[in-house]
């Protein structure tokens, strides 16, 4: 059996975390640590043990259960320099590295703009990338330590993925992020999704993951800044969007 097996769940108010598991090694990893009870749940569901938690950045909702989930299974830690403000880290990783689970290969990607230090995991191979609070469906992470510039370069990185490229995303803000781009203008693409999480929402599902394609199709933080001509332009634009999201 080979592929990579992931297991989504709720954890806090309106995150999302991960465990993953490499089928043909049985090498299991959590992205980023929201809530250790929660993780802990996750993993006896499935009968699986934690050998690596990968976080994306340093914020408490996001590595904050490293410590308790580091003494329970003797897991090692990956993550970003950063994440040393919260919590105990054993490797350091930045955009241009790789980390191995068993038989899958994750690159890792520079998404800074959210936190300085953000990063994230992709594995070509299965077409999945795990974003942390870079890309949301239809929204991205506010600015909180980096500039416009720095996100929409992170973005970019993100734009070079396979379209199909199945996106993780560790909140659930779709119904927010829809409202605001629908104040923004409408397009056919815009509506038909909109409904979809619309009806998603009122049955209680998730709309996590969603696909690259369509937010490249509707999320206004990626349709408006790619009609302008060249990088600066485009974060600028970007930039001007996003502040507008802040005081939406």
Known sequence: MSGLQIHPFSALSDNYGFVIRDAASGKVACIDTPDADAIIAALETRGWGLDYILNTHWHRDHAGGNEA??????????????????????????????????????????????????IGYSAPSEKVAFVGDTLFALGCGRLFEGTAEDMWGSLQRLLALDPQTTIYCAHEYTLSNLTFAESLGDSAALAARGVDIRARRERG????????????????????PLKEEGFAAQAAKFGEIRAAKDKF
Do not use: W
């Not at 689970?101 to 890792?108: A, P, Q």
């Not at 490249?216 to 349709?223: D, E, H, R």
């Open 69 to 118: 989930l580091k003494v329970r299974y003797g897991c090692t830690i990956y993550g970003p320099q950063e994440v040393l403000k919260t919590g105990p880290l054993d490797h350091v990783l930045t955009g241009g590295d790789h980390f191995v689970l068993g038989s899958t290969v994750f690159d890792v990607l520079d998404l800074k703009g959210h936190t300085l230090g953000h």
């Open 205 to 224: 599902e998730p709309t996590v993951p969603m696909r690259l394609a369509d937010e490249l199709a509707t999320n206004p933080f990626l349709v408006y």
